[in-house]
């Protein structure tokens, strides 16, 4: 049986627009995100997922450890149901959930913040100064990742954390460590030029070499900076975890002895974006489908929705791609529209109406923002159905 048949098999029951996750693709990232990380424990990326019950499923697996949420109120709700160990990866200034949290004691032992400036420790400090019995509050320091050659006259990788040479993050981690009502307990930094850049684009081979020299002189640098900034930063408080990478530096990353865990979530869904890396080996593991409404003419067909446009520079790259049956592309004049979506090539004249069409989206957890549900595929037979983060009526972002 194809993958098309046995996913049209598995929810002929159900009605598009639905989205599914593949439990033997996902389960097959998964070894392969673990065996990639040799022996460190993999914190799962939340965004990249954004469902609780899938967090749960990937956390029993050996090799992960931990979620690495994208806001304090998410946090907060993961800490609330049960998640012991949250790390926030993103600063926040969310005045309520940040005195939330210090009257939480036993969400304060779970949740960790990530700050890169005192500005921030000051701005938590004021919020929290009326709190009753505060919680200290666990704190990780962001480094900048970002690769400055030629002398620091270029800049290469994302705009993130200012704290970029070992004395500037040792002198924010002093202020942590030093201040009451603080922990001071780890340290992250998410190298996107690294993780986030695929090093083989289809189509590119030239710029395929200059990704993979860039990426070589890039991660050489960190390795080093990174080392001396957690041995500064070990001088001044005892480290829980120093967090690095993406689904897209695994190994580069868990080869550097300063690092003692993995952050990665889009590799468990792979979405498209994630095919141009040469050390990614997935499987598609989430996919949505759409229903065929109309048959313009020959060699087209329109779908009902699909305009699920991934973040990031505008492109073509951040559409989601028609999947199965394979053969179709986007009309240029359209591509993927809000309400309804041609799509043009010979497999066009083999769909019905009310047939459907399987895509994948640019990123992973992305698609989870327009679907309540997604359905747990096995085989060919849905075997169970779990709300998304939107489907449990929570959207943090």
């Not at 050996?62 to 949420?69: K, N, Q, S, Y």
């Amino acid at each position: 049986m194809t993958d098309l048949d046995r996913l049209n098999h598995a929810t002929a029951h159900l009605d598009p627009a639905l989205a599914v996750v593949d439990l033997a693709a996902l389960r097959h990232n998964a070894t392969e995100l673990v065996r990639r990380a040799a022996g460190k424990p993999i914190r799962i990326a939340s965004k990249s997922v954004r469902s609780r019950e899938v967090l749960r499923a990937v956390l029993a697996l050996d090799g992960f450890a931990g979620v690495l949420a994208f806001t304090l109120p998410e946090a907060l709700w993961l800490a609330g149901s049960g998640f012991d160990d949250v790390l926030v990866g993103y600063p926040t200034v969310d005045r309520a959930a940040l005195r939330r949290l210090a009257a939480n004691s036993r969400a304060a032992h779970a949740v960790t913040v990530t700050i890169d400036s005192t500005e921030q420790l000051d701005l938590i400090e004021k919020v929290t100064a009326d709190v009753a019995e505060a919680a200290p509050i666990r704190v990780c320091v962001d480094i900048d990742a970002s690769w400055r050659p030629l002398g620091g006259r270029m800049r290469v990788g994302a705009r993130r954390s200012p704290l970029h040479s070992p004395a500037a993050v040792a002198a924010v981690a002093r202020e942590a460590a030093d201040r009451h009502g603080f922990r001071l307990v780890g340290l992250m930094a998410y190298e996107a030029q690294i993780a986030g850049v695929g090093d083989a684009p289809p189509g590119r081979p030239a710029r395929a070499l200059a990704v993979r020299a860039m990426q070589r002189g890039s991660m050489a640098e960190l390795a080093e900076r990174r080392a001396a900034i957690v041995a500064a930063v070990k001088e001044i408080a005892q480290l829980e975890f120093v967090n690095g990478g993406g689904t897209g530096s695994v190994e580069r990353t868990a080869a550097e002895d300063a690092v003692t865990e993995i952050g990665a979530g889009s590799g468990l869904f792979q979405p498209r974006l994630f095919d141009g890396y040469r050390a990614v080996t997935g499987r598609p593991a989430a996919l949505f489908a759409l229903s065929v409404v109309r048959r313009p003419g020959p060699g087209v067909v329109t779908a009902l929705g699909g305009g699920y446009i991934a973040s990031g520079p505008p492109g073509s790259d951040r559409l989601p791609q028609p999947y199965l049956p394979s053969g179709l592309r986007y009309d240029p004049q359209e591509a993927a529209g809000e309400v309804q979506t041609p799509l043009l090539g010979a497999a066009a004249d083999n769909l019905a109406v009310g047939d459907r069409v399987w895509f994948r989206h640019a990123k992973a957890g992305e698609m989870c923002e327009h679907f309540a549900e997604l359905h747990l595929v096995q085989d060919d037979s849905v075997t169970a159905t779990v709300p998304t983060y939107r489907g449990e009526g929570r959207a943090f972002l």
